[in-house]
């Protein structure tokens, strides 16, 4: 028995007494160092009661605490009876039960992968569970209580017995069954008992071989299995059932009905048979039914066929051997081709194409007006009357002993439309005709063509009406109106009807001046027949001129220079005017400006001016020297001229332009330009407040020294051929502008020479530094 305490200080070691309740004498004691703090006192007698008591003593012995606790001992050795395994994955213990034991474990151990197990049950017999088959164990049983369990019984020797073996079952005929399994390790012999559901005999057999047929069954009869595998020890092992279902019988007394539906169909008829759980009816063209009662239908049928029906019974087991083949024609099909053939205008053939499993055919033609024919015929043609203008509807029937045909597709045939006879034709422009009649029978549009035009259709419509337009001009045509349907076609032997057009319209080569200047000569076309009048009008703002001629060209006099027209021609026959031709604009050449005047702006630019000048639309000035020349185009009444050179004397002239480009050549009096500015001006301080001024002159003209200031303003004038000149007191400490420009024989000065700045000190009462300070613009 097994006491813990608690450590007790100053204690070096511990005493436990045991005395039995039924006993004033110990019985047993045990002696622990004082770090212990639990201890066990054995040879106790089994499931007693005792008194412990636990003794805490120093090291001279003396006891310095005590305490007592009651407890029991530990229950009896069971003993083991019996062991045996019936199931691979147990094995049951039968022991002998002791007094005060609560409870028993059951501890099984195995070599075998190290297993060890303990299982605790309450009573005898006991079983050990999650074994492994055909492996032996060593088993022992403990008794337990409160106060523990007790020591193993004696062990025993056990070996598992072999597992089921796994039956797999096929039934590869009605009457007969094959079990095959997995060879079972450990095994000598196999027992297989077979029994019919619902009977009590059962059949017995022994083998060695994984695989066992069973014979002589019945047809779709479930029967079960049961299989044992033995040992080496000659014990049997765990069982296993199966149940397997075997084929069932071909169906018999197979019938076939064609059904009167819209798609057709076959009705199938059988008689059952036992086990089967449903009925497979086949085609000979693969269509199929199926249904768990004694019929089923199969749809829709293919027409024009003679093929056969065979019935097979399923279950779980598989499919049984096919029914006796049932013989049946179908319906025959609709013909597939139909075709119309007319001969002669009003007598047409319907014919088509031969079908298989047909006794007759039936046509039927119906008029788009209602009115039909019947044929009933064994061959593959009929003849109907048939009319221009009509639509015939024909459908074809074919017959044999299944019933008729569905109906075929619906053949459309439609007769040419007829040609219409009150054809009317007008002009109503020079070169359009309108053509009108009245619709005709079959028709849905009209072409209306022109005979001399190659036959191109001008007009497509469904109206009774039509406009050719964009016809050649002074010609006859013949016109045919060509009635057409969208599936028959066009009638193409409709008769022609003649008209002519108006004159073609000339067209204005040319209209150029002769040697008046006053006349002008026009030359055209004359696309017309002989005999044809041609007449040019020329129309301006004020006037109009007109000439006649039968000959491609005349003459349009006494107009005036300066002025525009708009010149015209048409031609007249009999059937009338043409179209204007397109207008061509003329002008006469333009006059000369009354009055120009040269103006120079600068040293190297000129404005010209001028009056303006009756039909000119744009002027070229120019200015012509020996030195060179100046240009101007212009739509204005005045130029500047860049490029003239000073000092030089210019010709003038003008070029006046009209809109067509006609000119009138005017000349001028001359125009000379001014003298030219002094170049390398330069400016020095002298004595007593002078400046002096230098430059160099391009000829021998005066020049004049304008210097102006702030506060004052200076001038001096050179004399001839002098190209300096002194300007006397003169303000120092002023900012001054500086111009020389040369003096005209007429006296007038330059305007346009540049100014140039000038910054000048004092020093003193003097003038001191002169500085540069740049150029300045003439304003």
Excluded at 235 to 242: A, E, I
Excluded at 515 to 535: D, E, I, Q, R
Aim: charged residues 15%; proline residues 6%; aromatic residues 8%.
């Amino acid at each position: 028995m097994t006491v813990r305490w608690s450590r007790y200080s100053g204690a070096s070691s511990y005493k436990i007494t045991a005395t039995p309740k039924n006993s004033p004498q110990p019985s047993a004691f045990a002696q622990f160092s004082g770090n212990s703090v639990m201890g066990s006192v054995n040879s106790l007698s089994a499931n007693t009661m005792y008194t412990m008591r636990v003794e805490a003593i120093d090291k001279a012995g003396n006891i310095l605490s005590s305490a007592e606790l009651d407890g029991s001992s530990s229950p009896e050795v069971p003993n083991i009876k019996q062991t045996y395994s019936k199931k691979s994955d147990r094995i049951s213990v039968e022991f002998s039960e002791v007094m005060g034991a609560s409870g028993y474990i059951l501890r099984a151990e195995s070599e075998v992968g190290d297993f060890f197990s303990e299982t605790a049950v309450t009573s005898s017999p006991g079983t050990v569970l999650q074994l492994q088959p055909y492996t032996d164990y060593t088993l022992s049983v403990m008794s337990v209580n409160s106060a523990g369990r007790s020591q193993p019984s004696a062990p025993v020797q056990i070996r598992t017995v072999v597992v089921a073996p796994q039956l797999n079952t096929t039934s590869p005929r009605n009457d007969t069954i094959l079990v095959t399994w997995s060879p079972v390790n450990d095994t000598v012999l196999y027992t297989l008992c077979i029994i019919k559901e619902g009977s009590n005999s059962r059949l017995k057999l022994n083998t060695s071989d994984p695989f066992m047929t069973f014979d002589g069954l019945e047809p779709g009869t479930t029967y079960c299995i049961k299989g044992t595998a033995w040992d080496l020890d000659g014990r049997p092992g765990d069982d296993l059932t199966v149940c397997q279902i075997t084929r069932p019988l071909s169906p018999e007394a197979v019938q076939v009905f064609l059904t009167q539906t819209r798609s057709g169909g076959l009705a199938v008829y059988w008689q059952m048979v036992h086990g089967a759980d449903v009925y497979l009816a086949r085609t000979s063209t693969g269509q199929n039914c199926s249904a768990s009662e004694r019929f089923c239908m199969i749809s829709p049928l293919s027409c024009g066929q003679n093929h056969s029906v065979t019935v097979t019974a399923e279950n779980s087991a598989g499919t049984s051997n096919p029914s006796d083949p049932e013989e049946f024609i179908t319906f025959p099909c609709p013909v597939e081709r139909i075709w119309v053939d007319e001969h002669q205008a009003g007598s047409c053939w319907v014919s088509w194409t031969e079908m298989p499993l047909v006794e007759y055919y039936i046509a039927f033609v119906k008029r788009d007006d209602g009115s039909e024919e019947r044929c009933n015929t064994t061959d593959t043609t009929c003849h109907f009357y048939c009319m221009c203008g009509y639509t015939y509807l024909i459908t074809m029937f074919t017959y044999n002993q299944a019933g008729s045909s569905p109906p075929g597709d619906v053949f459309n045939y439609t007769t040419i439309p007829c040609c219409p006879e009150d054809v009317t034709i007008a002009l109503v422009s020079t070169e359009t005709l309108e053509i009108m009649w009245s619709s005709v029978r079959g028709a849905e549009l009209y072409e209306t063509t022109a005979e001399e035009i190659d036959d191109v259709i001008h007009c497509k419509d469904t109206a009774p009406v039509c406009a050719l337009s964009n016809l050649r001009c002074n010609t006859q045509y013949s016109v045919v109106v060509t009635p057409c349907s969208e599936i028959r076609g066009c009638n193409r032997t409709c008769k022609p009807h003649t008209h002519e057009t108006a004159p073609c319209s000339p067209e204005i080569l040319s209209v150029s001046q002769t040697n008046s200047s006053s006349s002008v000569s026009v030359l055209y076309t004359a696309p017309n027949t002989p005999n044809t009048t041609y007449t040019v009008t020329a129309v301006g703002l004020t006037d109009t001129h007109t000439c006649q001629s039968l000959s491609t060209s005349c003459q349009l006099t006494q107009l005036p220079c300066g002025a525009t027209y708009d010149v015209t021609a048409y031609a007249r026959t009999a059937v009338g005017p043409s179209l204007s031709s397109y207008s061509v604009p003329l002008e006469t050449g333009p006059c000369c400006p009354h009055t120009l005047t040269v103006d120079q702006v600068t040293q190297a630019m000129t404005n010209v001016t001028w009056s303006p000048a009756t039909g000119a639309r744009s002027y070229v000035t120019a200015l012509t020297s020996s030195r060179g020349h100046a240009k101007c185009h212009t739509m204005d009444t005045h130029c500047l001229m860049g490029c003239i050179t000073c000092g030089t004397n210019y010709s003038v002239s003008l070029e006046a332009i009209s809109r067509t480009g006609h000119k009138a050549e005017c000349r001028y009096h001359g125009f000379s330009s001014s003298a030219c500015c002094p170049s390398s001006v330069k400016l020095y301080r002298m004595a007593n407040r002078t400046l002096r001024v230098y430059w160099h002159s391009s000829g021998p003209q005066n020049h004049t020294v304008n210097l102006i200031g702030t506060g004052t303003n200076h001038t001096c004038i050179s004399p001839p051929l002098s190209s300096s000149c002194d300007v006397a007191k003169v303000m120092c400490g002023d900012v001054y502008t500086m111009v020389v420009a040369p003096v005209n024989q007429d006296g007038s000065k330059v305007t346009f020479c540049p100014g140039r700045i000038y910054s000048v000190s004092c020093s003193g009462s003097n003038v001191g530094m002169v500085i540069y300070r740049g150029k300045r613009s003439v304003d």
